[in-house]
């Protein structure tokens, strides 16, 4: 009765020939797991690579049940009109989600819960946008998938070693709590998020504006966190329609300052030695 059977059989084109569909279906909380079955069709064919990008295109509609997205592989895009369950986005491995709430919705984002706790548990690849709160153990031991979300509970980036995550809210307490890589950027308006945030792996920074490389990282990784951090939120605000976005967009020099951005000590100093050895090796 999974899903993830209508998806398959929708897919075939995709899947068989390379060729992009679209699949639109609502969802309810008794569908777990969906799009871990077809991601695996993807990879028995084509391995991690995947597909190309919105290969295989699914719009959802309702409430999802537990670890949606899970294993979703690159080239498969799940957008939810709704909200997540628990570990939404476990193990993501290259494909795209999107949870938005509906178009009635009026509350305000920033404040409301659209996916569950442990999202991003685990992530490898892909990315996710969220229109709205994630719970607690936020992007726990993610090490290469990309998020966008406007809040979460507590011990957010929990033992994450890779991938980038941006906060447009509060977070819980204990954020970063043996975070030995990646990069988080947390939206601190009041000033209150040291207070919060675990420091003893990593450092709280303040934004690189535009055309600024961080010191000591190396060329070719070297990324101004402005260029980064904007180009994801725009992102955001294109794939989720969220007002939250687009209101920092709309002001961004202002809202800009006041981001956080949150580095690992111990992937700073492996970035350093990156550095310092592409340098001797080109001299």
């Known amino acids: 009765k999974a899903l993830d059977h209508r998806l398959i059989e929708a897919a075939q084109p995709a899947l068989e020939r390379g060729e992009p569909v679209q699949i639109e279906l609502p969802i309810t909380n008794v569908n777990r797991t969906v799009g871990a079955m077809l991601s695996g069709e993807v990879a028995r064919r084509y391995g ?117 995550v941006v906060v447009l809210g509060m977070t819980g307490r204990n954020f970063a709590a043996g975070m030995s890589g990646g990069i988080a950027y947390v939206l601190d308006e009041d000033g209150s998020f040291k207070n919060r945030c675990n420091l003893a792996q990593v450092a709280l920074e303040k934004v690189l ?32 329609g969220s007002k939250t976005a687009a209101a920092i967009l709309a002001n961004w020099d202002a809202w800009r300052e006041k981001f956080v951005k949150v580095y690992p000590h111990e992937y700073k100093r492996a970035l350093t030695e990156m550095a310092a050895a592409e340098r001797k090796e080109a001299a």
């Open 48 to 164: 991690h690579v995947g597909l190309p990008e919105d290969t295989i295109s699914v719009r959802l509609s309702g409430t999802a049940g537990q670890s949606f997205g899970a294993f979703l592989a690159k080239g498969v895009t799940l957008e939810l009109t709704g909200e997540g369950n628990d570990y939404v986005g476990k193990g993501l491995s290259g494909g795209r989600l999107i949870i938005k709430p509906s178009p009635d919705f009026r509350g305000d984002t920033q404040q409301n819960i659209i996916v569950g706790n442990t999202v991003m548990y685990g992530a490898t690849d892909g990315e996710a946008f969220f229109a709205g709160v994630g719970g607690e153990r936020f992007a726990v031991r993610n090490s290469g998938g990309m998020a966008v979300v406007e809040g979460v509970g507590d011990h957010g980036c929990e033992y994450m070693t890779g991938g980038t």
């Open 209 to 240: 504006p535009a055309g600024r490389q961080a010191a000591g990282e190396p060329l070719h990784l070297g990324q101004a966190d402005e260029t980064q951090l904007k180009a994801l939120i725009v992102r955001h605000a294109e794939y989720t």
